[in-house]
């Protein structure tokens, strides 16, 4: 018999999708989906509803029972609606991309400033022997 999870599978396989990234998408602790593939064992409710939250274009009925098609039809296929998932991927990765270049940008003015320092301390140790040398 098949279950949800087999049914996500083939999902993931449809949408390019891994287990990382899906881990991550949907905050999932590492190995969870793993674990759900073992003999007895499959999604739990919560993971399935925060698969048909983030995956809006999965059906629903066909992820639980299998009846039906896999793509729900969507009203206007030109545009991307800010319910799907593309939408919310692509937003997702420029969260990131964004959060990187702060964390990028902070670890510059760090190396700026200590760079500033060994500077301001070379110039003061040039003065120094400056001075050293016009005293002798």
């Not at 287990?19 to 064992?41: E, H, P």
């Not at 739990?44 to 983030?54: P, T």
């Not at 009203?75 to 990028?104: F, G, W």
């Not at 940008?105 to 040039?126: I, P």
Request: with cysteine; net charge neutral.
């Amino acid at each position: 018999m098949e279950r949800i999870i087999d049914r996500f599978d083939k999902y993931m396989i449809f949408s390019n999708l891994n287990d990382n990234k899906v881990t991550v998408t949907l905050g999932f602790s590492t190995g969870m989906l793993g674990k759900s593939r073992k003999i007895g064992r499959d999604l739990s409710k919560n993971a399935v509803i925060s698969i048909l939250d983030f995956y809006t274009d999965l059906d629903e009925v066909w992820l639980k029972t299998g009846s039906g098609e896999m793509i729900k039809k969507m009203e206007s296929s030109n545009t991307v609606q800010e319910s799907s998932p593309a939408y919310k991927i692509k937003c997702h990765s420029c969260y990131e991309k964004d959060m990187e270049i702060l964390r990028l940008n902070q670890e510059l003015v760090k190396v700026q400033r200590k760079l500033l320092e060994l500077k301001g301390e070379t110039e003061s140790e040039g003065a120094m022997d400056a001075g050293v040398a016009n005293v002798g």
